[in-house]
Nanobody, 124 residues
Framework: VKLVESGGGSVQPGGSLRLSCAASGYTSKFYCMGWFRQAPGKEREGIAAFHSDGGISYVDSVKGRFTISQDNAKNTLYLQMNDLKPEDTAMYYC???????????????????WGQGTQVTVSS
């Protein structure tokens, strides 16, 4: 399984970006898929996820501004980011968990595939 992110870049505050994560080497449904970010000197933070029951979750800091979506036909995960703020500056990663027979919500420690990341910089 390979995950490849794209769509990062530099924008001014209030701008928008759409990140994509193309999955290859796997044709079944992932148990979980999510977006994470890590800013310099900070811990990695989970920001949005698709859960196995179809539910979606967001971290409070991006609710109302970011939207996670997926195109199953293209095996691609997206993150639409609007009203970007300087504090959104980070390396953004997508991650996926393949089914293992477990139940439960998505959890960072359970993701077994990660992309290489795409940089998002928000600055005036």
């Amino acid at each position: 399984v390979k995950l490849v992110e794209s769509g990062g870049g530099s924008v001014q505050p209030g701008g928008s970006l759409r990140l994509s994560c193309a999955a290859s080497g796997y044709t079944s449904k992932f148990y979980c898929m999510g977006w994470f970010r890590q800013a310099p000197g900070k811990e990695r933070e989970g920001i949005a996820a698709f859960h196995s029951d179809g539910g979606i979750s967001y971290v409070d800091s991006v609710k109302g501004r970011f939207t996670i979506s997926q195109d199953n036909a293209k095996n691609t995960l997206y993150l639409q980011m609007n009203d970007l703020k300087p504090e959104d500056t980070a390396m953004y990663y997508c991650a996926a968990e393949t089914p293992s027979g477990r139940d439960g919500v998505c959890h960072p420690a359970k993701y077994n595939y990660w992309g290489q990341g795409t940089q998002v910089t928000v600055s005036s």
